[in-house]
């Protein structure tokens, strides 16, 4: 019975660290292409003077603010364990 449970326990905690590797793959990826999207668009903002560029490029910004304040969240728990 006793060992049932510790293998249940270790697969649970298997479990919880492959999503967890996989939300912050994920989340690298997903940073990574915001980002150059927002290089992208502050590129043509700069360079061409394209107001509809810069107006993604803010948007882009704001949306890789929040992954990256996602990121250090979930990083700062996997650092606890």
Known sequence: MRKS???FINLQLK??????????????????????????NANLQVEKNNKAAGTRA????LELTKLLKEFRKVSVEEAKK
């Open 5 to 7: 449970k510790n293998n």
């Open 15 to 40: 479990k919880t660290f492959f999503n967890t590797l996989t939300a912050m793959k994920n989340l690298v990826e997903n940073i990574a292409a915001q980002y150059e999207a927002f290089a992208a």
């Open 58 to 61: 803010r948007k882009a910004a």
